[in-house]
């Protein structure tokens, strides 16, 4: 959403940022916290959901890095049955709002806030209002 707004908006800055971000996430919290599930389980599911995520922030990012969109797009899709031969055939992603786990924007927002390395936080941080709603 936020890449989108910032394409209409023709700020470039907007979308490398929000890309960036999304890299950051998929990459510190997705990834990381998966590790167990990719190693040593093979987890299908953890893989494909990488693969969805990976294929669907090269479509974003394809109109400010078309050359790189186009290398990881011909290494993460091209050959599959069904997909465009180009990232630029693909088309602008959609959410999937089937994809989406009950709507609870501050969970994750609460979670982001505990150290990577496993350490006690520095600080309590109480959670936001809009969270009572989301504990049961």
């Known amino acids: 959403a936020e890449a989108t707004e910032a394409y209409e908006g023709y700020l470039t800055v907007g979308a490398t940022r929000a890309f960036d971000a999304y890299v950051d996430d998929l990459s510190?919290?997705?990834?990381?916290?998966?590790r167990r599930r990719f190693w040593e389980e093979g987890d299908e599911a953890a893989f494909r959901t990488l693969w969805l995520g990976l294929v669907q922030a090269v479509r974003v990012v394809a109109p400010i890095m078309p050359f790189l969109a186009e290398h990881l797009w011909q290494r993460l899709v091209a050959g599959a049955e069904g997909a465009p031969d180009s990232v630029f055939l693909a088309g602008w992603p959609e959410p999937r709002t089937e994809l989406s786990v009950a709507p609870c924007p501050a969970r994750p927002i609460r979670i982001r806030f505990m150290p990577s390395d496993g350490t006690k936080p520095s600080k309590v941080i109480p959670p936001p209002?809009?969270?009572?709603?989301c504990q049961r």
């Not at 510190?28 to 998966?34: A, G, M, V």
């Not at 209002?129 to 709603?133: E, M, N, Y």
């Open 28 to 34: 510190n919290w997705y990834i990381r916290r998966s």
């Open 129 to 133: 209002a809009t969270l009572a709603a």
